[in-house]
């Protein structure tokens, strides 16, 4: 059987710094191929490569048998190849129809854009697809999750052959995920070929035959995912083993940091009531939608829908209107989407790690550059941020460093209650268990942490407790020592 894709020996180097070595891999019709590694090892790289973003320097690209070379991502598209990629990139002013179909429009007479048509299009190919999402939608108005399956839904729509899925279900919850997955056995049962991109490993064990390991840049092994344990591929993805994946040392105490009391929204959060322990991690889990991060920006002064509801800190009554009076009472948010709302991409790591607490570091409108250094670099040290220099711009960063930096820029606030919001998505395992540790760290030395996920293996893992949350209520309590998933989706659904 001929193969949809072989590559051999792909090498890409930066400023003389190879980010690529040795890129192999072998995808098959019909199957779906696991492309693992950490952050930086180059799997990214290699994706660009072969979407003829970036020229190679070295090495070889066959497309069912043929040598390709492109010059454009149309090139790679026109000849079958479509990438539904982990950053998203939106054009946040179109309707979803407009999005799904930029550049391909279906046209009446003179070349005008035939819009009823397209919307027609749209809608059907969600249908199909099971996203429940309107086609005349703005996509400013939607959320990081609905944005992710458009961005899914329109990769989908160019039929390739090769489809490579880039970390596409980090914004998905279970519910989405499972329609992703359906989706993918269907483009399997027709012959195509998917290169599939996750740090999730029970993803990866779940919908992908066969798999492949990079590291530093070089290909370290392939094979099927039927003859390797979920030990095995991790040692091979890290390099060393690691002895327990979530790390968890805090004991709760007995003293209240947060209480919260009938707080509600217009729309998205109805008469929510808990209440969060010193020393405690407490997990919020529900499906997209549920009202998790709405929950969590009321909290942060974010939510200028408030209708009701009491927020105390410690013994303290204290009104919430925005992120500064958050920040003053000892809150921290870790959004969910680091790169549109937790840094700022252009800027230096050092500028991004002092973002939140700026008055520390000037004298009246004058910055004192030898203070935000000193606080940069005890940061980079506590966090084990990988960077050259605290000058690099933010952007250059894996995504795990990238997370860390993020968390950073929020310790030198000095807060006493951390919001994390999915504080994993997109990360590889390694930097996953260092965010656990800090974590865990946080909250055995007496801070508080409230923490979002759609990962049930992360919340079973690192929950003291757990609060389920469905159309914006919560619906159950349960002891994250006891709980298990089938009681989450349960509540959940």
């Known amino acids: 059987m001929t193969a949809l894709l072989e590559i051999e020996g792909l090498a890409k180097a930066f400023g003389g710094v190879a980010a690529l070595k040795d890129g192999r891999f072998t995808l098959q019709p019909g199957s779906v191929h696991a492309l693992c590694g950490g952050n930086g ?23 069912l048998g043929r040598e390709v070379d492109f010059d454009s991502p149309s090139e790679a598209l026109n000849a079958g190849i479509s990438i539904i990629e982990q950053e998203l990139s939106p054009v946040p002013a179109m309707t979803v129809a407009e999005n799904i179909f930029l550049g391909r429009e279906p046209t009446r007479s003179f070349g005008r854009i035939d819009f009823p048509k397209m919307n027609v299009m749209a809608a059907d190919l969600l249908a ?12 400013m108005d939607l959320t990081v999750s609905q944005t992710q399956l458009v961005e899914i839904a329109k990769a989908l729509s160019y039929e390739s052959k ?7 279900t980090s914004a998905l919850g279970e519910h989405e995920a499972d329609q992703l997955f359906e989706a993918i056995q269907r483009l399997k049962s027709e012959g195509k070929g998917i290169i599939y991109v996750s740090h999730r490993l029970s993803e990866i064990f779940r919908i992908a035959d066969s798999y ?8 370290v092994g392939s094979g099927r995912l039927e003859d390797i ?10 390099g060393r083993s690691l002895n327990e994946e979530y790390v968890k040392e805090n004991v709760p105490t007995d003293q209240m940091a947060l209480q919260v009391a009938g707080l509600s ?90 973002l939140a607490d700026l008055a520390s570091f000037g004298f009246g409108p004058v910055m004192s550059r030898r203070k935000e250094s000193t606080a940069a670099a005890q940061m980079i040290e506590m ?20 997370q860390k930096v993020v968390l950073g820029k929020w310790f030198l606030t000095k807060p006493s209650i951390l919001l ?66 089938e009681q989450l989706v349960h509540l959940a659904a």
């Open 41 to 63: 090892a180059g799997k990214s790289t290699f994706l660009t490569i072969v979407m003829g973003i970036q020229k190679r320097d070295a090495g070889i690209v066959r497309l």
């Open 128 to 139: 199909r697809l099971g996203f429940a999402i309107e086609p005349t939608a703005l996509m």
């Open 162 to 168: 090769v489809i490579i899925m880039d970390e596409p």
């Open 212 to 219: 492949t390991v990079f590291r530093d840049g070089s290909h």
């Open 229 to 238: 344990t979920r030990e095995d591929l991790i040692r091979m993805i890290v």
């Open 265 to 354: 929204r217009k729309a998205s959060v109805r008469d929510v009531s808990f209440s969060l322990r010193k020393g405690e991690i407490l997990a919020f889990y529900g499906l997209m939608g549920s009202g998790r991060t709405e929950i969590l920006e009321s909290l942060f002064g974010l939510a200028n829908d408030v209708t009701s509801g009491t927020i105390s800190i410690g013994s303290k009554s204290v009104k919430l209107r925005s992120p500064s009076d958050a920040i003053a009472h000892g809150l921290a948010l870790v959004t969910e989407d680091r790169k549109g709302s937790g840094l700022v991409l252009g800027q230096s790591v050092r500028d991004n790690l002092c």
């Open 383 to 402: 966090f084990s941020i990988k960077t050259a220099s605290d000058e690099l711009p933010v952007s250059g960063l894996s995504g795990g460093n990238q």
């Open 420 to 485: 994390l919001d999915e504080p994993t998505r997109g990360v590889d395992v390694g930097a996953k268990r260092e965010i656990y540790r800090i974590t865990s760290d946080f909250a055995r030395e007496g801070g508080s942490v409230l923490m979002v996920s759609s990962e049930i293996e992360e919340v079973l893992g690192m929950a003291d407790r757990i609060l389920v949350v469905r159309n914006g209520r919560i619906v159950g309590e349960l002891n994250g020592h006891e709980a298990t998933a």
